[in-house]
């Protein structure tokens, strides 16, 4: 966007009273403002709690000041003059709350609406990231732990891409391991005439693993064949690495059919393509004294730690940590990224902290954990069945995901037709609207948890249009949205005209809390935690609802403000909604 992004309402803040500290305290060096929202909004909008530590900095050292109180009200008597504060106190032990202009509140909105919501995207102090997520294995099945690592992994990608960020969305697929010589034999067994077949010819994969594992572990020459494989496949023989490939084409069309589903965009560079990187990332490890030897295999011991990493095993091969660490020093280095995002489930952590750790020992990452580039570890927890334990239908099978989406979609349309769509709506109307509502659903149910907890898979909740769910919320946009609609008004003229009033405290807090979307975007990707997204939403939804409840909307003198303050709830709601990958519907 070529407009201004303004960012949030704490940066603004935060802007306002640095200037005023600086003019209050000009022989302190390095005081950064803290803002805050205000806990309680009946003591005010906003905090900010520089009073009690500058209090504590200076009180020693003879100062005029006689308690954090007056140092409040110093900084209060520095502000500069702004359209943005109505006024500020100080409060307990010298916290400053601040009540913000309503009619700054009311133009920041006007503005949005005509600029665009991209105009009230967070300022990150990233330029580049790599998301690595998703990232199954190939001829292995991709169970439901794949499918949160694409949903949530997909959520951060979108809201750092929406906070101008550039994002990498890496699929680090299981493409590389000694599996792929028995698969690669027993496909030359299995199907002569492989080349000239299509690569359908394999049909289910995970079954032809199966097989080929079996006689792998049955067949004492074909054992031998596929270990030989191995190494022509890793020698870079032709006929190995076209055999390679064509299982590879098959996982991956069944990859892509639930990306499709999803709406998920991922880019492949699978473990494969760090393989011929992985002597040089070790040398360099290697060079700084890291790599030692242990049990014939070659390690780097971590402090904390009780068994080693190791990066090669005892037969000479590498393993999955030697891909890792050379993924990590690849990215840093070849593609410049500065945060490195791993969306895993939670038992890889581990793995990852060694990773990471091993990579600080070396002077790739820095000390603190806090500065840039930085490598973080996004765990979340098992995904459960009513029964409590690991999600699977019909007991033994695992569930194929596609399945899952489809059954989501299916339930939907059902419960579109009871109310009676098939009759009102077009086909593709119906057909449209039960996919968005049944994969939101699916999305939003991963999402609104705190990724680290398990959660229980239920469609019954999950599709309820009552409660925190991508039903009611969807639903309640489309009610946003037929509100405007039949108010028959064009609200491109009124965006034009303006004049938004925030004169009911319903109305204030509904346009506050639109306000506060920057920052809740920018604390989701800094913490990497879309469920406070799913929560702002929610409020959002809510406060809409009391809004809605007690200000009459059409037909009331106050009709076009209050227009204007539904259209912006419906472009944010819009927004949170592309962020969690969900698409909107307009009619319900
Ligand atoms: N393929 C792995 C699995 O299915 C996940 C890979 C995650 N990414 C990584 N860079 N290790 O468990």
Redesign the pocket.
Known sequence: TDKEIVGSVKEQLAKLFEESLRAAFPDIEDVHPMIAICNDSRHGDYQCNNAMSLWNKIKGQGTQFRGPQPVGKAIIDNLPASEMIERCSTAGPGFINVVLKKQWIAKSIERMLIDGIETWAPKLPVKRTVV??????IA?EMHV??LR?TIIGDTLARMLEFSNVEVLR?N???DWGTQFGMLIEYLFDKIPNWEAASAQAIGDLQAFYKASKQRFDNDPDFKERAQKAVVSLQGGEEKYRKAWTQICEVSREEFQRVYQRLGVHLEEKG?SFYNPYIPKALDLLNNKGLIQESEGARVIFIEGKKIPLIVVKRDGGFN?AS??LT?LWYRLNEEKADWMI????VG?RE??EM?FAAAKLAGWLPQNENDFPKASHVGFGLVLGDDGKRFRTRSTEVVKLVDLLDEAKSRCKLALEERGKATEWTAEELEQTAEAVGYGAVKYADLKNNRLTNYTFNFDQMLSDKGNTAVYLLYAHARICSIIRKSGRDIEELKKVGGIVLAHPDERALGLHLLQFAEIVEEACINLLPNLLCEYLYKLSEDFTKFYTNCQVVGSAEETSRLLLCEATAVVMRKCFYLLGITPVYKI
């Open positions: 690595d997520f998703s990232s199954p294995n292995k732990g794949h690592s890496r680090h697929v299981g473990e999955y891909t890792d993924a791993y969306v895993t489930d890889q793995h990852f990773v």
